[in-house]
Each structure stands twice: as C-alpha cells, then as structure tokens.
Nanobody, 124 residues
Framework: QVRLAESGGGLVQTGGSLRLSCAASGSTFSLYTMGWFRQAPGKEREFVAGITRLAISTYYADSVKGRFIISRDNVNNTAYLQMNSLKPEDTAVYYC?????????????????WGQGTQVTVSS
C-alpha cells in the first residue's frame, strides 16, 4: 500500500496561486493513477483532478478546468496540483489519493490510499 503525504497548502488571496505536492512512499509510484480531491466544511468530498500512471492523460472537474494543472514526477515519486486564479470557493482541505488497477479514476471509492490532507484557504 502506498503512503501519501500532502504539503503546500496555505492562505492566499483571490486570484493567487499555490502548488500542492503529494509525496508517495512504500510502493512503486508509477503503478498508481493519482488524484486530487477536496472537501469544504459541510460539503462532501469532491474530485478535483486526476492523472494516469505515465501522465499520458489528465482530467479535471469542470469547476477547476483551465485553472488547475495536475502533474507527476515518477522519478521523485511526487504528484502535484498547480492551482491558479484561486477563488474563495476553492477553500477546502485538499487530499491526494492513489488508485491501483484502474486507468481513469474519479470516484472516491476508486482510490485505496489517501493522504492526511492540506488546508487551502482563499481570502476574498
């Protein structure tokens, strides 16, 4: 089972940028489809972005398309989420997750490993 640890969250003003990192250990990183999810207070966890094992495909929720970029470095076992043009509605705890045996994954249940989350707060 891969272990995941997010970093890079923080407080940023509307229109600003942040880059989240997700460091993986304990298993072969390139075997996993990676995803980012977020959960705002009082709301359900929602899919944000995903990337296939060799980064051939990326896919996004409509709410972040054109503003966020997911990437991965299979040499350094790290996934990233570059977040640009941030809005107050992007405020949430952001989680990275890993899915094995599935190429394109967007549902929480597809992912078997999760990080502890990192808080992103966008002030208006």
């Amino acid at each position: 089972q891969v272990r995941l640890a997010e970093s890079g969250g923080g407080l940023v003003q509307t229109g600003g940028s942040l880059r989240l990192s997700c460091a993986a250990s304990g298993s072969t990183f390139s075997l996993y489809t990676m995803g980012w999810f977020r959960q705002a207070p009082g709301k359900e966890r929602e899919f944000v972005a995903g990337i296939t094992r060799l980064a051939i495909s990326t896919y996004y929720a409509d709410s972040v398309k054109g503003r966020f970029i997911i990437s991965r470095d299979n040499v350094n076992n790290t996934a990233y989420l570059q977040m640009n043009s941030l809005k107050p509605e992007d405020t949430a705890v952001y989680y990275c997750a890993a899915a094995s045996h599935i190429r394109v994954a967007t549902a929480s249940g597809d992912f078997g490993s999760w990080g502890q989350g990192t808080q992103v707060t966008v002030s208006s």
